[in-house]
């Protein structure tokens, strides 16, 4: 099966390995013969990545301006936004099947793969946002533009961001497929357990239950980072499992996909269909966008709230002295192949210890380098 091949073997996934499901809600992503070439670490940091809420009014208007040109390319192109949003949806939900008769111990049939819920997941995302990235980059003719993130764990990013809201027109960033109840309010880390607090709004007063929410949110920070994400294993998570979610990390398990929801999960089911994803079981799920995996890639806030994701690995690898992953070279050597260059779209093998530093991919995080403190440091639990 899947599990023991990525265990003992180093795996690269290419499209040849991927088959399309017809039934899927996007178009599959673009196949390629091209020859594939490995990657090559970038030779200086460029590109610094800075929260939503803290960007200039210009880097605001660059980063829609480089999201609408790549919603213009043509959906062919594997770069454009829809393309994007397809890789995301190749690889989860079971909308792909891995061709189990190209494995080394495959037994013939063809398996769901899914880079969700297991130690796949952090070093996956970081290079499906790192190419993203790039393209973005030179989208807009600017080597040194990075992907903003959203700042969710610090009190001023708890909240949809208003670049993303905004329903002008010319707004790359907005996505009406959003829950719509939730855009103004502060948000809730924990949203998915049972103890949800009365929702408060991101700008009204800043009240006794205000201040609760936030610290509550520090604390599912602190929690995910420190209390239950102590090593390798808790906090990336361990070997994929046929039990989907018994081998997430928390970095995985908690704030992020609690986000998914909170932006995505439609608040009833009474909404006209046309908001609705299309499950792998051929049924509707009342979610919008962000809420189901398949189809989050379509939000552009998903990269933005991945950055997020991929900044909070990058603070427990550095800063919490989390260390660089695991020893195990079957983990460090799988690769997965990437299109990579919007003038001239190559595909790359990158592996993923060639992820763990981020300095070998061009990029830092502007709180990181300007060490500026960590806000829910000071939860006390
Ligand atoms: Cu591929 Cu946040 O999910």
């Not at 088959?19 to 670490?41: N, Q, R, Y």
């Not at 999201?67 to 190749?90: D, N, Y």
């Not at 990158?350 to 502007?366: C, E, M, N, P, S």
Request: hydrophobic letters at 35%; aromatic letters at 12%; glycine letters at 6%.
């Amino acid at each position: 099966g899947l599990t023991t091949s990525l265990a003992s073997a180093a795996t690269t996934i290419t499209d040849k390995h991927l088959s399309c499901d017809p039934s899927g809600t996007l178009p599959c992503p673009p196949l390629s013969t091209a020859p594939i070439v490995d990657f090559t670490p970038e030779r200086s940091v460029k590109r610094v990545r800075q929260p939503v809420h803290r960007l200039s009014k210009s880097y605001q208007e660059k980063y829609k301006l480089a999201v609408s040109r790549m919603k213009a390319l043509p959906a062919s192109h594997p770069l454009s936004f829809t393309a994007q949003a397809a890789i995301h949806q190749a690889y989860c939900d079971g909308h792909y099947q891995y061709d189990a008769t190209k494995l080394q111990d495959g037994d013939g049939a063809a398996q769901p793969f899914d880079v969700h819920a297991s130690w796949i997941f952090a070093p996956w995302h970081r290079m499906y946002i790192y190419f993203y990235e790039r393209a973005l980059a030179e989208l807009v003719g600017d080597e040194t533009f990075a992907l903003p993130y959203w700042g969710w764990d610090a009190p001023e990013g708890m909240v949809i961001p208003p670049l993303f809201r905004d329903a002008s027109a010319n707004n790359s960033l907005y996505n009406p497929h959003r829950n719509q109840a939730n855009l103004d309010k502060l948000v809730d880390l924990d949203y998915l357990s049972n103890r949800r607090p009365a929702p408060v709004n991101f700008d009204g007063p800043k009240d006794e239950k205000y201040m609760e929410a936030v610290n509550s949110n520090l604390c599912t920070v602190y929690d995910q980072q420190i209390r239950s994400g102590k090593g390798a294993l808790n906090f990336l998570g361990g070997l994929p499992d046929t039990n989907r979610s018994a081998s997430s990390g928390t970095l995985e398990s908690m704030a992020h996909i609690t986000m998914h929801v909170w932006t995505g999960k439609a608040p009833n089911s009474t909404e006209d269909k046309s908001t609705c994803a299309l499950g792998r079981d051929g049924n509707y799920s009342c979610m919008n966008d962000m809420g189901f995996l398949g189809s989050a890639g379509r939000d552009p806030l998903f990269y933005s709230h991945h950055a997020n994701v991929d900044r909070l690995w990058h603070i427990w690898s550095t800063t919490l002295r989390g260390g660089n992953g695991f020893n195990d070279t079957a983990w460090r050597h799988t690769s997965f192949v990437f299109f990579d260059g919007v003038r001239n779209p190559r595909r790359v093998r990158i592996k993923f210890r060639d992820v763990l530093d981020t300095r070998k991919l061009g990029y830092t995080y502007a709180d990181v380098s300007e060490k500026i403190p960590l806000p829910w440091l000071k939860c006390n639990l």
